[in-house]
C-alpha cells in the first residue's frame, strides 16, 4: 500500500489532497493510497481561516473572486472536477466579502467533499497534531509528531503556509526597549493572534503600517471594542465610539492606506493572458503590460474620453518602448485628459511631494485622499482601474522573480481592503480615533517613549504603545515551527531570499549540498516559486495554485507508485 502525508491543511494542503485524490485514478497501479494530512487546526481553513476567531475579520476577497475547484480555465494534465466558487456555495451576493468563519465553512466543505469523493482504496487520514520531525527511510520518509506518534510513508509534501519567526532585530530593539520603560510593544503578527487587550483605551497609540493587517487591527480595537457605525441621513458612515477604544496613529512609507476594492465589473471584455510579459521580464516591460490593460479598458469601454480606436492604439503601443517620447505622444493624442491616463508615480505615491505646515492640514487632505478614492473605486466610469488590477493579478502569476517595486504596488493597488473598511476608516478619522501621521513615518525611541515624525509635516506625535501593524516577513532562518527549524539545523532545508528553497520544475526540498531531495517537497506561499498562490484562486483565470497543486500531486503519487513497484520487486 503507498502513502503520502501533507503536512499543513490550509487552503494550499486542502487543494494538494483534492489534486491527489483527482490524479489518482489515472496514475495508481494499485488499488489502495493512505494520504496522511497533519495539521494542529481543522482541516480546510487550517490556523488562517479558522472557524474560532471574530466574525469582525472579512475576507479581503469578494466571494465570487475565490474557488478551490478547477474549471476549463486552468492548464493541468489532471481532470478538472468542477464545484462551488465560495459564491455560489453561499448563494448570495458575489460581491460580498465573506467573513473568515464563513470563509472557513466553505473550506470545510472543500475539505470534506474530497474525503466524501475519494475514489477507491484512496483513504484520507486527519491527523490533529504538529508534524515536529522528519528523517530518512531506506524507502521512505518518517514524520514525528507532536504527540509522539510516527507515519512512515513514501513522499512528504510541505504545506505549511504562514509561519511564525522569531522576532527580527529592530523588532526584538524596540521589545526591550518597552521592558525597560513600562511601555507597551507588539511586534508584527496576525491581528487575531495579537494581545490586544494589553492596548489601552483612550490612550495614544503608533501604528506602523497601513496595510490589511492594519485594517484587521483597526477593526478590532475599535468596532470590537464595542463602537458602532451609523449612516447619517445624507448617507455619510459616522462611527460612535464606545470610550474604549485606544487612539490610533498610524503612518507608513506611503502614508497612505491600500486601495480598497472596486465596487464594479469590467466593461471592455474579459482580462486576457499577458501580451508582452515574459517570466524574468525586467520592470519596464512589466509596466508596459500593466498600462496596456489599463488603455485597452479605458478605449473600448469609454471611448467617448479618447481619441483613438483600440485596434490602431494597439498596433502603435506594441511597437513601442514603455517610458519612450514615443509612448508618451502616442498615450496624449489617444487620451486628452491628464486624469485619464495612467500615472504610475502619482499612483504609487500620492502624498509624497506634499507637505503641510500642521497636522490639521495633513488630516484635511487625508480626508479628502480616502472620500475621493472611494468614490473612485465605486464608480464604473474608472473601470480600467480594475483592468489594471486583473493584469497585476496576471502578472503575479507569470514573473518568477518580481522585484520590490511590483510586489509593493500589487499589494498597495490589487490586494486592497473592501471598500466599506476605507469608508470605516475615514469615519474613524473623522471622530479622532485614527490620525494618519504621513508618508515616511519614521518612529524614534526617545528617552520616555515612542516619538512618530514623518516627511509630510513638522512635528511629531508620541506615545507610550507602538504597534507594528504587518506580518512578519518570510523567514526559513528564524522559523519557529520546529519541522522547518531542525531541517534548517541540520541542512535539510536551505532559505532563498527567506523562502523554502525547492527546485522549481519539480518542488522538491532542496537541501543545504544543493541536492533536491527525492521524497520531500514543498509548495505554497512561503515557498520559491509559490508566489502565485499567495491568494485564493480566482474562477476562469488558469490560477497558479491549481496548475501548481496538480503538478505537484502527480509527480507525488509517480513517486509512491514507483517505491510501491519497488517494494513489490
Ligand atoms: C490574515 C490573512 C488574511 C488573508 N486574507 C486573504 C484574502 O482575503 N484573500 C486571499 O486571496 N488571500 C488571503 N490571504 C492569503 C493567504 O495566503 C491564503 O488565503 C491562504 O491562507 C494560504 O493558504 P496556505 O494553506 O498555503 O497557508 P495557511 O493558511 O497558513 O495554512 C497552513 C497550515 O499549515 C499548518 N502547519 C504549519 N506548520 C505545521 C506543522 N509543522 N505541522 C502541521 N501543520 C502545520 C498551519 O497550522 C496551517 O493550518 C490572507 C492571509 C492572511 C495571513
Redesign the pocket.
Known sequence: MGAVAV?????????LVERICANAPDLLRWPALDIHV????PPG??????SDQPGL?????TAA??TLFTDESVACAGPIVKGPSLAEWLGGDPGL?AP?PV?NAYLSYVFDRTVATAPRGVRIHVHA????SLADLPEGQRIG??DGRVLDVDAVV??????DVTPARAEQEDAAFARRNGLLYLPTG???DLPLDRVPAGQPVLVRGMG??FV?LMVLLTAGRGGRFTREYDGELVYLPSGAEPLLHVGSRRGVPYHAKTGYTLAGGRPREPRFLTPGAPAELVRKELAFAYYRELITAHGERCKMRWAEFEDAYADLDWGSAEMRALIRRAVPKPADRLDFDRLDRPLHQIRFGDHAGLQRWMHGYLAADLRRRADPAHSADLALIYALISAHGVLTEPDPWFRSFFSYIA?GPPGQRLEEMLALARAGVVTFLGAGTHVERRADGWRAVSRSVPGGVEAAALIDAR?PAPSVSRAT????AGLYATGGCEEEAGLLKVRPEDRRLVGRDGAAHPRRFA????VVA?RG????ARPGLNAPLFRGADALARTVLSEAVATEARRVA
Do not use: E, K
Not at 57 to 61: A, I, Q, Y
Open positions: 503536512v499543513g491543511a490550509g487552503p494550499t494542503g486542502t487543494c497533519i495539521d494542529p487546526y481553513g487550517g490556523r488562517v481561516w479558522r475579520l472579512w475576507m479581503n476577497s473572486d475565490v466579502f473568515r470563509q497534531a504538529r508534524a515536529v509528531l507532536d510541505l504545506a505549511q503556509g504562514h509561519g496576525y491581528a487575531a490589511l493587517a484587521d490586494s506580518l515551527d520546529p519541522l522547518i509548495f505554497g506561499p512561503w509559490g498562490t499567495a491568494g485564493f
